[in-house]
C-alpha cells in the first residue's frame, strides 16, 4: 500500500503510516493511542441514531482500552457547545456532560472553536468551562469574562508522560469570528505556533502534536514548520466538518479532521521507529455497526432528552408531512442539491407579502439539522435545521454581480464548506475544476414556468439570510447590493407556518433534487 494513501477502515483494522523509509524498515513501537474528535454538536447520533455520536466514540475508547498495547488519550479539536436545539435551552452543558463522560474514560484535550463564542454573555462560555472536568487550551486566546476562575482554567499548551516515558508536547490554536468583549484570538497563528513549538522543545517533548480548529489553509501553514522542527508529527484539527488527511512527510506534519458529529473520527498511534518518532493513522467508522455506550445512553442522552422534553412539550408534535425524503445531511447541503435545502429557499421567497423575488439563496452552513426524514416532520425536526436566528432579507443585485460576486463564491470554496449555496428560482451549472472565476458555466433564472438566462445588466430582488446579506462568508452584498430590504421575517417561522398550513389541509409538501444545481466537475 503507498503511504499516502487512506481508507475508512473498520474499528479493527489498522492503516499504517510511516515516517520514512529509513523508519519503515523498523519495529514501530506504540506509546500512545488518540481518538480524536471535532465539530460535534449534539450528543445523540445522527441519520436516525444509526450515525455518529459520542456514545459510539465512548465505545471505541473502551473498545481499545481493552486491546491495550498503548494508553488511550481524547483530543477533541473543537465546536461543541454551539449551536445545537438543546445548546438553546442549556447553554451548551449538555455537551460538557457528554465530553466528561468521555473524559471519565479517557483523559481529553479540548481546544475550543469558533462556536464556543456565539453568545454575546459571557457567562454561557465560562459555566461551560467551570462545568468542564477535562482542560480547555487556547495559546492564541485571552478569556476576560466576569469569572476570573474560568479565565484561569484555559491554559496555553501541556507535556504530559506516556506510561513508557514518551512525552507529548500539545500546542493549541484557535479563531473567532465574532467580535466579543470577553474573548480575544490573536490571529498571528503561524508565528505563535513556532512559538508554542518551541517552547515545548524546551520542555523536551519527545512528540510535538497541534490540536487546533482553524481552517485547512492555516493549518497547511503551520504544518510546514515541520521542516525547522523534526518532532512536530501532527495537527489534530477542526472547524471543516469532512474526514480530511494529509499525510506525514520530512518536511510536513500530517494534518487529521474527522466528519462532523463524529459519523468518522481517527485514531492516531504515536510511537518510535528506532530512535524516531512516528505515527500511524486510521479513520473510524461510527456506523450501526458500532453500538451505542448503554451507560452513556441512559446517564447522558436519555437525561438530556427527558429535560428537553420537560422545558419543549412540543419537542416530538407532528407539524407537517412529506412524501418525498428530505436528505439534509452536512454532506449534501454542504456539497450539492438538497431537497430540504429547495423546499426552504422557496420559502424563502414568500417572506414578505406583496413582494415578487426572482430568487432566493440560503448558504448550507445555516441548515445544521445533519440528518435525512421523510414521512412526519416533528417541531424536532424543523428546530435543529436552524441553529441560529435565520431571518430573511432582500438584495436588488445584477446578474453580473449574481453571478460572479455570489454564485461564484458558492463554489470557490473546499467541499462542505457551509459557504454553498441552496437555491430557488436559479438554475447553475458550475465546475469546480476551473480556476476561481471561471467556475459557474451557466445561470438561468425562472420566469414562470419556463426558465431564461441571467442577463448581466438586468436587476434581480434575491431573497438573502441576514447573515450573508451583512457579509458573512465572504459574500458581497455590502458592495454590490443596489438596494436592499433589511432582514425580518425569520426562515424558522415561515417554514412553520408553511408545514402547519399544508399539514392543516391534509397535504405533503414534496421537494425534490429538481437540477437547480448541476456540479460537472471532472470526477
Known sequence: MNKHSIRSLPLAALLVLASGAAARAQEF?????????????????VDNGMAGGIGRAVTVVER??????????????????????????????????????????????FVPGNHEFDERRDTVVSRAINASRFPWLAANVEMKTADSAANRRVGRDTIFVTESGMRVGVFTLTFLDSRRDYATADSAFVRIAEEQIRRLERGRADVIVGLTHLALETDQQIARLRKRHPKFLWIAGGHEHFLIHHPLSD???????????????????????????????????????????????????????AALQEKVP???????????????????????ESAWGNWLTDQMRTAFLGVTTDAAILNGGAIRVDDTFTGEIRWEHLARTF??????????????????????????????????????????????SRPEGQRILDVQVQRGQGWAPLADDSVYTVAVPDYLLGGGD????????????????????????????AYASGRAIAPVVEGRLVDVTPK
Open 64 to 109: 481499545l482500552r481493552r486491546e491495550g498495547g498503548a494508553p488511550v488519550r481524547v483530543f477533541h479539536a473543537g465546536d461543541a457547545i454551539a449551536p445545537s436545539l438543546e445548546s438553546r435551552y442549556f447553554g451548551g452543558l449538555q455537551m460538557i456532560d457528554a465530553l466528561n463522560f468521555l473524559h471519565a474514560r479517557a483523559p481529553l484535550l
Open 474 to 501: 465572504r459574500y458581497a452584498f455590502p458592495q454590490i447590493s443596489r438596494e436592499t430590504v433589511p432582514p425580518g421575517p425569520d426562515l424558522r417561522l415561515i417554514a412553520f407556518d408553511a408545514l402547519a398550513a
Open 387 to 432: 441553529g441560529f436566528p435565520t431571518r430573511v432579507g432582500l438584495a436588488k443585485v445584477t446578474g453580473r454581480d449574481l453571478r460572479a460576486r455570489v454564485l461564484e463564491n458558492s463554489v470557490s470554496g473546499g467541499r462542505g464548506e457551509g459557504r454553498f449555496l441552496q437555491v430557488s428560482g436559479l438554475r447553475v451549472r458550475f465546475d469546480r
Open 314 to 336: 412540543f419537542f416530538d408534535a407532528t407539524i407537517g408531512r412529506a412524501s418525498t425524503v428530505l436528505d439534509a445531511n452536512e454532506e449534501t447541503v454542504r456539497n450539492e
Open 251 to 305: 518536511s510536513t506534519a500530517a494534518i487529521t479532521k474527522g466528519d462532523s458529529n463524529a459519523r468518522r473520527v481517527w485514531r492516531v498511534t504515536l510511537g518510535r521507529q528506532g530512535r524516531r518518532p512516528a505515527m500511524r493513522a486510521d479513520s473510524v467508522v461510527l456506523d450501526s455497526s458500532v453500538v451505542i455506550d448503554q451507560t452513556y445512553r441512559t446517564q447522558v442522552t436519555d437525561r438530556w432528552l
Open 29 to 45: 513501537r506504540p506509546e500512545l493511542q488518540v481518538v480524536q474528535l471535532n465539530d460535534v454538536y449534539r450528543i445523540d447520533a
